[in-house]
C-alpha cells in the first residue's frame, strides 16, 4: 500500500487516537467523514471488555461522533465469534454483566455445572466464589480463553485498576497452566474475528492506534497495515528510538491523516 486512501476498513483505536479521556480531537470529525466520502468503513476497536457496545456508542456520541452500536467492536465481541466457532455452548464466564448479557445474546449458555470452556474477562465485580470455581475449572482441563490480555485499565482521575491481564496472571499461578487463546489486542484473534464479521479483506484493512505493543504489534500479527498516530501514548521521538515495531504509515494526528484522504 502506497497511500491510505487505498484502504476499504479503518479499525480505530479510540483513547489516544480519536479522543483523550474525555476531550474530542477536533480532527477527528474530518478524519471520520473523510473515511466515508471515500467509501470506506471504519469500526471503533476496543480491548475493554466490560462495556457493551451501546455504552461505548453513547460516548461516542456524547463526544459528537455519529456512531452506533454497529460500529463498535470489542475484545468481548471478538471472542463471542472464536467461542461459535471452536463450538461452544455452555460458557462459565468471569465478567461483568454487560459481558454475560453479550454472551446470552449470542446464544450461550451461561453455567456453573458442566461447561464447556472457562471465559475470564474485565471483570469488575470479581468475587473470591469466581476466582475459586475458574480455578478448579482450569485444574480439571477445561478450555480457558480470556478477551485481552491488558494488566491495567486506566480510569477517570489519572489512576488506572487491575484489569484482565493481572486476573490471568493469578489464576497462572494458581493453577499453573496458561489460557488456551487470549484474543484482545495484540493478539490477531481479534483482527481474524472482524474480518470473519464483516467480510473485509486483510489487504485492504488497516489498524490506526496510538500504541506500539498493542495497535501496532495487533496489525503486524495479523498481517494488515498500521497507522501510527502521535496523539496519545507514543511520542515521535518514543517510536525512532525502539526497534521493535514498525508502523506503515505516521502522522503527527489523524488530520493530518485526514489531509491524505482527501487528497
Keep these: 500500500m502506497r497511500s491510505i486512501k487505498d484502504f476499504e476498513l479503518f479499525l480505530l483505536d479510540m483513547d489516544g487516537t480519536i479522543y483523550l479521556g474525555n476531550d474530542l480531537f477536533p480532527e477527528t470529525p474530518g478524519f471520520l467523514e473523510a473515511i466515508r466520502k471515500k467509501g470506506a468503513r471504519y469500526l471503533f476497536l476496543t480491548n475493554n471488555s466490560s462495556k457493551d457496545k451501546k455504552a461505548y456508542a453513547e460516548k461516542l456520541r456524547r463526544l459528537g461522533i455519529r456512531a452506533g452500536e454497529e460500529d463498535v467492536f470489542s475484545s468481548g465481541d471478538a471472542t463471542a465469534i472464536v467461542l461459535k466457532e471452536r463450538g461452544y455452548k455452555k460458557l462459565y464466564v468471569m465478567g461483568t454483566a454487560a459481558l454475560r448479557s453479550l454472551f446470552e445474546r449470542e446464544g450461550f449458555l451461561l453455567t456453573e455445572a458442566d461447561p464447556d470452556a472457562v471465559i475470564l474477562g474485565f471483570d469488575t465485580d470479581l468475587t473470591y466464589r ?86 501496532i504489534a495487533v496489525g503486524k500479527e495479523a498481517g494488515i497495515a498500521t497507522v501510527l498516530v502521535l496523539t496519545g501514548e507514543t511520542s515521535l521521538e518514543d517510536y525512532e528510538k525502539q526497534t521493535t515495531y514498525h508502523a506503515d504509515f505516521v502522522f503527527p494526528s489523524v488530520g493530518e491523516a485526514a489531509k491524505e484522504l482527501n487528497t
Design 130 to 215: 469466581r476466582l475459586l470455581l475458574a480455578h478448579d475449572m482450569i485444574k480439571k482441563g477445561l478450555p480457558w480463553i480470556c478477551t485481552h490480555p491488558d494488566l491495567v485499565c486506566p480510569v477517570e482521575g489519572g489512576r488506572d485498576v487491575p484489569d484482565t491481564g493481572s486476573m490471568i496472571r493469578l489464576l497462572e499461578a494458581s493453577t499453573g497452566k496458561s489460557p488456551d487463546l487470549i484474543v484482545g489486542k495484540p493478539n490477531r484473534a481479534i483482527i481474524d474475528a472482524v474480518l470473519s464479521l464483516t467480510g473485509g479483506r486483510r489487504e485492504t484493512t488497516v489498524m490506526v492506534g496510538d500504541r506500539l505493543y498493542t495497535d
